[in-house]
């Protein structure tokens, strides 16, 4: 990975960078139309080929000449190199993608496999996950991220991710994660013998509950701190039972959230609505029960977020400017920490947070945002 806290920027995220942290902050976001820059920029982003426009820089760096527009081309070089380098025929998925459907991750084998087509490092492979498929590679504490990370690291033909795949397919995941995830990323690194890499894998791969620990220790301490605070405030209306409720009505400004068909409306970015906490998914983080990457990595972007602004007021211009780029700073470092994609502007959700950000009350404007979201 980049060893820089932030990913490097092209011109378009450079331009959205920009426009962020020099743009003038918003004094009493009480009204959407306080917001509405920020808003309108994140719906334009939602509606961005970003995947395209990554994948045709990629294939001009490999000598296919091709914009984010030549979708023909790059569907017919993407299945040649399929074809060629994999031995096999381009997956429906990634065929959809490049027609313009936005990437999934839920199969991580399709995301490795492109990024095998095309020739990638390991260096490679971080920068094209984070920038284009909105997600972090390698989490080594699955037996699938953990095969991935150790052929690119080590260079392996695709023939051996295969082989390994096939192989490992069987493995129970370990019930207690007693091994750090920089500590496997370690060991991965220096192993490079397979027979070796693979009794290592047998004893050190994981399920989804075990995975990305440190984000879920820090998002339940929030929670109690939040929860504590709420009970002991009586002007607070906490009901016993709706703790939860609470906890989101004092992230987000509204209640009860059950039903996502409320949180479909056009007036914010899918990318933005999408997986945000809700009464069940934070029973389930506190229960240490499966949740998506994507909802854990808002949460914790959220709570963070919360706890921050509630001890840094933005009384001034220069105030709002200097906490902006402490809290950016700061949840870049643990975004990385805890395994999750660093902050990138161009992700709708990145992208709108930190317009609340710059603004003189942070907590209101998500409230306003949310609110605003809620609207027919």
Known sequence: MNENNELPRGDSTEYIYDDIFSGDPVFDPSSPQDLIDGINKALELDAEPIFADGLAKRLTELGIDCTKDDTDIMLAEVKRRYKQLLGKDCPKAVTNWIKGTPPGVTNRCNNYDLCYALEMDEQQV??????????????????????????????????????????????????????????????????????????????????????????????????KAIKEKLTSDSSNDVHKGRENSSVIDELLGYRYQRDNKKRNNPNLPKRFTESL????????????????????????????????????????????????????????????????????????????????????????????????????
Do not use: W
Not at 293 to 306: C, S, V
């Open 126 to 223: 971080h920068i094209f996950f984070e920038k284009y498929y909105l997600t972090i590679p390698f989490n080594v504490k699955s037996r699938i991220d953990a095969v991935y990370f150790y052929c690119f690291v080590h260079q392996k033909p695709y023939s051996t991710v295969k082989k390994m795949l096939n192989a490992s397919s069987g493995f129970v995941p370990q019930e207690n994660a007693h091994t750090h995830t920089l500590q496997i990323a370690r060991t991965i690194r220096e192993t490079d013998d397979d027979d070796k890499f693979m009794t290592y894998l047998s004893t050190h791969c994981y399920n989804n509950e075990q995975q990305f620990q440190l984000a879920r220790s820090l998002i339940n301490d929030d929670i």
């Open 277 to 376: 906490i809700k009464d069940v998914t934070l029973g389930k983080i506190i229960r240490g029960e499966e949740v998506t990457y994507e909802t854990l990595r808002k949460a914790l972007m959220l709570f963070r977020f919360y706890r921050f602004y509630s001890e840094a007021p933005n009384t001034d211009k220069n105030s709002i400017f200097n906490n902006l780029c402490d809290f950016y700073d700061e949840l870049n470092i643990l975004l990385i920490q805890c395994g999750f994609a660093r902050l990138y502007e161009r992700h709708p959700f990145d992208c709108l947070l930190l317009y609340c950000a710059n603004t003189d009350d942070p907590v209101i404007a998500m409230h306003t945002l949310n609110d605003y979201g809620k609207e027919d």
